[in-house]
């Protein structure tokens, strides 16, 4: 049989921002989307990365295992559900080492390709990138639709998701937009946790190394009172932040 393969850009082996505990962090190469505040343009591209079997990731992954034990694993990118064979076989492997297996995703990808790996998972972490399909549309270069999709079926299946969502200024940062992430999301008993991650330039500077135009050098983050404020709207929902 042969081994399952796919493409690492990096790992991280003491994340404490991804998923419960101290885990070990594996992005993967390849996302279909082109944010426009992405701070890891240098995954896009699948093959770019580094070609590897998930024998070899869970190898790596195991030296590690007594520091990430009460923790766990995250497969993040990039885009994990790009590389949805090659994504379950290092989370059925981790499973079998014991360790708590999360997938941080934007949802992009058809769920017809990918149900089998979020099945897999323990967790999702599910990044709503803007709760309107058509500005999504402009600010990631695709829908909400396959996002979207990809909640309604952990609510089906009763997966726990943690969403996370970039607070942007000019794009996200609106009272509109936040009554109405917390009206779709109300209704979901599968969310344990909503993230507000205020909009950063930290990889500004990689996207010269694309040669590739940075188009939010003009947007300032969100203030300390608008990410409050943007919390206190969604909770008003009884969403758990």
């Not at 402009?138 to 829908?143: A, I």
């Amino acid at each position: 049989m042969a081994e399952i393969q796919g493409y690492i850009h990096s790992y991280e082996s003491f994340g404490a921002v991804d998923g419960p505990g101290v885990r070990f962090v594996v992005f993967v190469s390849g996302c279909p989307l082109r944010c426009l505040y992405c701070h890891n343009p240098d995954t896009w591209i699948k093959t770019d990365g580094t070609l590897t079997s998930a024998e070899a990731v869970v190898s790596t992954i195991c030296e590690y295992k007594n520091f990430i034990k009460n923790g766990g694993v995250t497969i993040s990118g990039g885009e994990p559900l790009m590389q949805p064979a090659f994504c379950r076989e290092i989370l059925l492997r981790c499973k079998q080492e014991g360790l708590h297996t999360a997938i941080d995703t934007s949802g992009a990808v058809p769920l017809s390709t990918c149900r089998d790996t979020i099945d897999a998972a323990d967790l999702i972490l599910l990044d709503i990138k803007d709760i309107d399909a058509e500005d999504c549309k402009t600010l990631t270069g695709q829908t909400n639709e396959n996002a979207l999709a990809l909640l309604s079926y952990c609510e089906e299946t009763k997966k726990p998701v943690w969403i996370r969502h970039v607070l942007l200024p000019g794009y996200t940062l609106s009272d509109e937009k936040l009554h109405k992430m917390g009206e779709t999301l109300a209704s979901f008993s599968c969310i344990e946790r909503v993230e507000i991650n205020p909009f950063h330039k930290m990889g500004e500077y990689k996207w010269e190394t694309i040669d590739r135009p940075y188009t939010l050098k003009e947007v300032s983050p969100p203030s300390a009172e608008d990410v409050s404020h943007a919390k206190e709207v969604l909770r008003s929902y009884g969403l758990p932040l």
